[in-house]
């Protein structure tokens, strides 16, 4: 019979390594999230998830924050529950609002279970004292308070609920395009607010100078199955052309990361959309 000494040290163990699988399943939620493109600085060296990424928009320029477990610098000083609900409810530890620029109208959809195993892999991070850039916006565009008229208007909290009408696959894949991979924050047209056109939903979008590309059949009818793919894992062509440098990021962190399984759903759901024409330039 296992003493009382054996029998806690046994349950500790299993509670460690059920932390430590929760972190590794996290590790990979984090690249189908994109989180290093957005949390990492644009610079030969930079420290992962330590912050500095320029966002330039319409209504200034936002840096991704240290999302380290650096009690000053980063995130270490938030519960799990503080994590939840920024990703949930768009709202800082303080329960001030977050600004839309951060993805949590896409990232609301993410099931609880992937929030926590993404806190868990963030949590095991090297903690890193660089601090957060603030934020350089037009002076009509700092008031948090305003986000919440804005979030009456085009924000809807809330886990994605699977599609009773459609398989598991196309499930999936609607899980990975509309919540963890927020295809729709780049490739969906916004209007003079900054709200996605839910009717316009991956139509292509201009971004500052350049375009993310429409997304539906429309645009992906020309590409087969196997060289949809091995664009989402190579960033090439058949005919050796190379997608523009932001989306070749996309790819080398993102899609290029993706299980086999995981990326036959996206293109699955990819090709069940309906075909819009692209967005007028």
Known sequence: MRSPAAAGFFILAL?????AQDAKRGEYLSKAAGCLGCHTEEKK?????????????????????NLTPHKEAGLGAWSEADFVRAMREGRRRDGANLFPAFPYPS?????????KDLWAYLRSLPANATPSKP???????????LITIWKWFFFTPGPLAADAAKDAVLNRGAYLVQALGHCGECHTPRNFLGAPKKDRFLAGAKIGEA???NLTPTRLKKYGDGELKELLKTAMTEDGDVLAESMSEVVRNTTSQLTPPDLDAMVAYLRSLPALPDESK
Do not use: I, N
């Open 211 to 213: 375009t993310a590309s």
């Open 15 to 19: 509670a460690f390594g059920a932390a």
């Open 135 to 145: 934020h350089e916006l037009g002076f009509l565009y700092r008031w948090r308070f």
């Open 107 to 115: 990232f609301t959809k993410m099931s609880d279970a992937d929030l």
């Open 45 to 65: 060296d930079a420290v992962p998830y330590a912050g500095g990424r320029a966002l330039k928009t319409p209504f200034g320029t936002f840096y991704g924050p």
